[in-house]
């Protein structure tokens, strides 16, 4: 019985070392093809990595720069031939408007202008530039209908029934407009569809976006910049500036 207790030990212990060996080679095995399948998921994660910077890049590069503004400490030049003005040419402050017609902040500055014109008298030139936005869907047909009055020299009268009408414009309404003025209807209607009339609204839209300027209305007051509709106090300062300078 002794030697059958002693045998019995000696199985044991030997069942014993092979299920330790066998354990440790599975476990062994396990990490191993854990630190595989870990190294797989690191290598995988640096290409997700990779594109997503690769895409940033991509989409970085595609998108549009932030529009520049003009400089408000700077004097823009700015040419003036052939645009419509009001004021006599050599007025000590000159002011040049880039303005859409059917934009509502356009509309409410001109009783500022208005104010202006009234305060200054000849001390002040206005200069009208057009940059009809395309969120506007009659601002360009308003600013062809004003230059085709401008060559039979009526633009401001024009510019003015324009803007007091600015909620029902069109075709019919420039018709009309032009009728009230007494302006010559063919002449007008061959003019605002014109590549001439076309060409002159197109280079003031040309002419803004090399000055920086994305919004309307747009001022310089003898080239110095003022955006937006801004209250009379914010012109007078910068006129007054220019009429001590």
Known sequence: MADASGGGTVIGSIVLAVAIVVASLVVKNGLEEQSTALRGMASTLEELAGSFAGADA?????????????DPTQRAEIAIDGAPTRGPDDAAVTIVEYSDFQCPFCARV?????????TYGDRVRFVYKHL????????????????AAHRQGKFWEMHDKIFASQR???????????????????????????????????????????????GTPA????????????????????????LEG
């Open 58 to 70: 991509r989409a970085a590069a595609a998108r549009p720069e932030a529009p520049r503004a003009p």
């Open 110 to 118: 001109q009783p500022t202008l208005a104010q202006i014109e009234e």
């Open 132 to 147: 009809p936005l395309r969120i506007h869907p009659e601002a360009a047909g308003a600013a062809a209908a004003s230059e």
């Open 168 to 214: 029902a414009l069109g075709d019919d309404a420039y018709r009309r407009f032009a009728e009230e003025l007494g302006l010559d209807l063919a002449r007008f209607e061959k003019d605002r569809s014109s590549n001439e009339v076309r060409q002159r609204v197109t280079k003031d839209e040309q002419e803004a976006q090399r000055l920086g300027v994305s």
């Open 219 to 242: 001022f310089f007051i003898n080239g110095r910049f003022l955006s937006g509709a801004q209250p009379f106090d914010a012109f007078r300062r910068v006129i007054d500036e220019e």
